[in-house]
């Protein structure tokens, strides 16, 4: 099975991240270690937590964008008419003539609508999927990301909301993390490419 071009993006992105992480924690147990990351411990692994979910809802908002854009390609092969499309979402409407587009249907959502709803809350995620016909609970998998997942983002949100230390994460924990949510994104990808046909 081939994969999605925002799944391989971020799947290395966050592989570049772990790499750091790893680096990092490297130095600061070294014999001699590099005080600067010692007495910024707090700190990075906040960062990184931060960064990882960024990642994560980057890949999101990308899968979507995909979706709507392979959408918009077997539309266009198609040409469905777009008032055609208007009339069968509310039959009952009477249209003015302002109202008539004569060309094909094309979808219309913007960056800023995906950003809307895009979150890495993992109901919020299901709820955004299902707007595009993908239900993500199809896949036998996805409900056993829920717990593990809403913590990760819980973490994230009181890091950011309420400074929130993260002196209960190693960064070995969160690099274990970020393979548990590239594990996450495949079930994801998985549906969507199902979706797609790609």
């Known amino acids: 099975m081939t994969n999605s071009k925002p799944f391989l993006n971020s799947v290395n992105l966050l592989d570049d991240l772990a790499k750091l992480i790893s680096v990092t924690h490297q130095k600061a147990i ?12 707090n700190f990075l692994s906040k960062s990184f937590v931060v960064i990882m979910c960024i990642y994560l809802e980057t890949y999101l908002k990308d899968a979507i964008s995909l979706v709507i854009e ?32 004569f060309k094909p249907f094309e979808i219309k959502i913007d960056a800023k609508s995906i950003d809307d709803n ?22 036998p998998n996805y409900l056993n990301y829920e717990n593990r997942v809403s913590t990760i ?9 309420y400074n929130d230390d993260a002196s209960d994460m190693s960064f070995n924990d969160i690099v274990t993390q970020i393979k548990f949510i590239q594990e996450y994104m495949l079930t994801i990808d998985t549906e969507i490419i199902k979706h797609i046909g790609i």
């Open 30 to 41: 070294a014999t001699d270690p590099d005080m600067y990351i010692v007495d910024n411990i």
């Open 70 to 101: 392979e959408t918009n390609k077997k539309l266009k092969k198609v040409s469905i008419p777009h008032n055609l499309v208007r009339w069968g979402l509310d039959p009952k409407k009477e249209f003015s003539d302002k109202d008539y587009l």
């Open 118 to 139: 895009i979150s890495g809350n993992f109901w919020r995620t299901k709820a955004t999927f299902s707007k595009i016909g993908i239900k993500l609970d199809n896949n």
């Open 153 to 161: 983002i819980a973490k994230r949100n009181n890091i950011v909301h």
